[in-house]
């Protein structure tokens, strides 16, 4: 029972205990934020369930992030406090709430309340987790290491898209609370996690996490240097040592340019859906091809940062492409009959650049903090986890200003789809008279003058006879009423908005180009080499160090456990 909360390691594990524990750091993370995405790919739904605005629904993801970013703050005292248990009963707290508090929300204020704990719990594990694999992973070993907590979030959003591109019925009008299920499995899967966090998970006592590994060689003199190690010494004034313009500049540089990944996470399905025509399950089918190229350049780029000794000119080479291929992306709003495989081609190359420049930022990020003070890493995540969840709230608040049209196309445009694929010829004749005569046929359908009208409308749009015009015009009286009335009051409103929505969202898109475009420079401010050689040289000099003062701590001691493995 004390293992269940005592979780310090006072050695430094070997490497298979060690890949075990980073390995369920990774699920972890995965599996919340599976809990925390899969809000975005069933939004069109949950909208229509509860009669909620896109505006409010919007409102829902800026609290859970204003949420995020206040117990991000709070998880930097995992400095001092400990990270395992964080983790571990936040996995408990997040499954909970998403599979069984989440899908029974009686109301859309119950509801937001449920999403913005669930936006609490993430925060804090987006900086233990990240936290913890900093500390049982040396630099030479960082980029793979973050490359796979990396796949958190991305695998999080990949297992998202392809549960509910497999499962979600394609026809939700006939299944109008399938979304629910979507929630219920995400939760459960969570509380799997947590039993195995639970029963196995450990962390580094303070010890030995407050040092500096460059590499696996170093572990000897890190233990040797252990029991000397003054604690509290290093944690005194910690947001003193933190706020300097390399952490903080970096930590804004990163989420302005993951504007476009936010984007996607929540609301590539409603771009989708409102601007192509897709449903539901082929705009996750696209998130689909993002998320897995995505996960694919985390640890092949890793592989790489390590073995080159550099981040720097990675972090680069994502930048501009992943500029390249957001202008090519939000070109394609021009042209609203671009096909499905088009996007999968142009998202997944996004997503690849995206994936080359985040794997060794999150890298370069954690020896940025190190050099500050590597007793203080949580705590630097803690700065990086609340600027991150502050642009993310501020950039979700802003959205549907800037994509106003968004608000009508989702809240109405489901229900004119119905009745437009059980309707389609009267749709067509509806949408070639003047909403100001159907106004007038509406209210006394015996007005001559409007029937003439409409029916000179009709004969003009469709080039056909009187006699036909005039079958085109008795055929509105097999619409339900309420249907008329619901085109009535809506039509026009979703006829503007369709026409206005790709421009909107090419200037959301441009945004997020401009976020990419801040990064490029701040990447100058961070720790780390340009150059594989002059890297190299650090590291054989660092080893040479190392040796001479293990050499120093051991002299006249033949005590085994200090020898270099």
Known sequence: MQRLWQRRLDHYPS??????????????????????????????????????????????????????????????????????????????????????????????????????????????????TPAM??????????????????????????????????????NLGVHPEAWKGQFVTAGVTCLGVFVIALLFLRELSPNLRDQLMVSARDRALVEAKAANIDVEAGLRHPWRQMLHLDVIGSSFAISAFLLIYYAAVFFFVVYFTTTFGFTEKQ????????????????????????????????????AVGAIVMT????????????????????????????????GPWMAGFTE?????????????????????????????????????????????????????????????TIQAINPRVLDALAANSSDAAAAATALTEIRGAFKVSPSAAVTRLLALKTLPKTDLSFLQAHGVALSAAQKSNPSEWRRWWWVCVVGELVFLP??????????????????????????????????GSAAPSLSVS
């Open 15 to 128: 490497t298979r205990p060690r890949l075990a524990y980073l390995g369920i750091i990774v699920l972890a993370t995965i599996v919340v934020y599976y809990d925390l995405y899969v809000v975005g790919a069933v939004a069109p739904s949950i909208i229509q369930q509860y009669g909620m605005s896109f505006r409010y629904f919007v409102d829902v993801e800026v609290f859970a992030a204003a949420a995020g970013a206040l117990s991000s703050l709070l998880a930097g005292a995992s400095d001092r406090y400990g990270r395992a248990n964080l983790v571990t009963y936040g996995l408990l707290v997040s499954g909970v709430l998403t599979a069984f508090a989440v899908p029974n929300a009686g109301n859309e204020t119950v509801f937001m309340a449920l999403v913005i704990l669930v936006g609490f719990v993430e925060g804090i594990i987006l900086v233990a």
């Open 327 to 358: 202008i090519i992306f939000l070109s394609k709003t021009a042209d609203t009959h671009t096909g499905y495989y088009s996007f999968v081609w142009i998202v997944s190359l996004l997503a690849l650049f995206l994936g080359i420049a985040y």
């Open 133 to 170: 694999v900093r500390d049982f992973s040396p630099q030479l070993g960082r980029a793979v290491a973050m490359g796979f907590w990396t796949l958190g979030p991305v695998v999080g959003s990949l297992v998202v898209a392809a549960v509910t591109s497999n499962t979600l019925p394609a």
């Open 283 to 318: 705009a996750n089918g696209i998130a689909d091809w993002f998320w897995a190229c995505d996960a694919g350049a985390l640890i092949v780029v890793g592989v790489l940062s390590d073995r080159l000794r550099v981040r720097k000119p990675f972090m680069v080479l994502g």
């Open 368 to 428: 940025t903090v190190e050099r500050r003070n590597p007793a203080l890493t949580a705590t630097g995540l803690a700065v990086w986890g609340w600027i991150l969840r502050v642009v993310v709230a501020v950039s979700a608040f802003v959205l549907p200003f800037v994509v106003s049209t968004a608000t009508p196309l989702v809240t109405y445009g489901p229900t004119a789809q119905a009745i437009a694929a059980q309707f389609p010829r009267e749709i067509q």
């Open 522 to 555: 701040l990447i100058f401010i961070m720790a780390g080499r340009w150059s594989p050689a002059s890297a190299k040289r650090d590291a054989e000099e660092h080893h040479e160090r190392v040796s001479a003062e293990l050499a120093k701590l051991t002299e």
